[in-house]
């Protein structure tokens, strides 16, 4: 079946321009979470959604990042004027409820700031 | 917070030997124990993990062994293949089921 996907897959901006960066998770999934990846590092969580609502948010390092989940299915994260240390891959992953149950990533969009 | 350590940063092997990769944890807490798999240009696989209740895990040439005592869990690859080609990380998971990964293990397999 279709697994998560993410897009666009690779996104370059200028520096104090804003992105949206769109997850479709797995049909059926109501938990959601946006983690990035610096090279060389992890991912590093985000923001996690369990349906429409952000449960846990605490991932986010300042206010020019923002997600939403409107319909508890898609997920944008949205970034501020964004800043070169913005640049990473930005990877998205939905499991079913609740926490014991598998992460599935997605392909990531990498975000490239100029 | 949480952390999660994570060695060898690099991993070169030859086809047909072991791997194994280390890690430990903070949280004396925490319970589950997934093992990821990315390839280049993909998003992390989750190809083994192991919960609390148990020390060990098999699945053919991969297997996972936990000591709680210690807070340290390892992933051992069996007869590696060039395809097991990858970066690994481990993770632990928080309070909200987000996964705390460590920084990864770039596993090299020569033929």
């Known amino acids: 079946g279709a697994g998560v996907s993410q897009t666009p897959s690779n996104k370059v901006t200028e520096k104090g321009k804003y992105v949206e960066l769109r997850c479709d998770p797995i049909?059926?999934?109501?938990?959601l979470y946006w983690y990035r990846q610096s090279l060389g590092q992890g991912p590093e969580f985000l923001i996690y959604?369990?349906?429409?609502?952000?449960?846990?948010d605490s991932g986010l390092p300042n206010d020019r990042f923002f997600a939403v989940r409107p319909e508890g299915s898609v997920s944008t994260l949205k970034i501020q004027r964004t800043e070169r240390g913005d640049s990473a891959v930005y990877l998205c992953?939905?499991?079913?409820?609740?926490?014991?149950?598998?992460?599935?990533f997605g392909p990531g969009t990498r975000l490239t700031v100029l | 917070g949480e952390n999660v350590e994570q060695h060898p940063s690099t991993l070169s092997v030859q086809e047909g030997d072991s791997a194994v990769i280390k890690c430990t944890y903070s949280?004396?807490?925490?319970?589950?124990f997934p093992w990821y798999k990315q390839e280049l240009g993909k998003g992390p696989q989750l190809i083994i993990d192991?919960?609390?209740?148990?020390g060990e895990k098999k699945d053919q040439r991969i297997a996972v062994t936990l000591n709680k005592t210690a807070k340290h869990f390892s992933l051992h690859i069996t007869e590696t293949q060039p395809e097991d080609s990858a970066v690994y990380f481990c993770?632990?998971?928080?309070?909200?089921?987000?996964?705390?990964f460590g920084k990864g293990t770039k596993l090299s397999v020569k033929p």
């Open positions: 949280d004396s807490a925490s319970n589950y």
């Open positions: 993770a632990d998971r928080g309070s909200q089921g987000n996964l705390i």
């Open positions: 959604f369990q349906g429409t609502g952000a449960a846990d």
């Open positions: 192991i919960r609390s209740n148990v």
């Open positions: 992953a939905s499991s079913l409820a609740g926490p014991n149950n598998e992460q599935f």
């Open positions: 049909s059926g999934h109501t938990a």
